[in-house]
């Protein structure tokens, strides 16, 4: 089993920052990919950002140009960081780790990004 922990979600007001985190912990052999989703109210689950094996990024087209994310192997963490933000950004975002292609995967509780004035 695997268990993420979630942190840096909160309030910013529209062309703030914010820097997600995610720690993975549990006994795995490998990661195959750890990534961000996030689904606001009333929409579905999309894909925000995400590594796959090594350090090739992709990026969901609202993140890309003002998201990033990044990954210390080493400590099992994924970090987001999160430029000019907007109202739109306004989610839950879910850390996502998947340990292979096919699976298992696992995620996180959720945390909360709202970004108003």
């Known amino acids: 089993q695997v268990q993420l922990l979630e942190s840096g979600g909160g309030l910013v007001q529209p062309g703030g920052s914010l820097r997600l985190s995610c720690e993975a912990s549990g006994n795995i052999f490998r990661t195959f990919a750890m990534g961000w989703y996030r689904q606001a109210p009333g929409k579905e689950r999309e894909l925000v950002a995400s590594i796959i094996s090594g350090s090739q990024a992709k990026y969901g087209d609202s993140a890309k140009g003002r998201f990033t994310i990044s990954r210390d192997t080493a400590k099992s963490t994924v970090y987001l960081q999160m430029n000019n933000l907007q109202p739109e950004d306004t989610a839950v975002y879910y850390c996502?780790?998947?340990?292979?292609?096919?699976?298992?995967?696992?995620w996180g509780q959720g945390i909360q990004v709202t970004v108003s004035s």
């Open positions: 996502n780790q998947k340990l292979s292609r096919v699976g298992p995967e696992y």
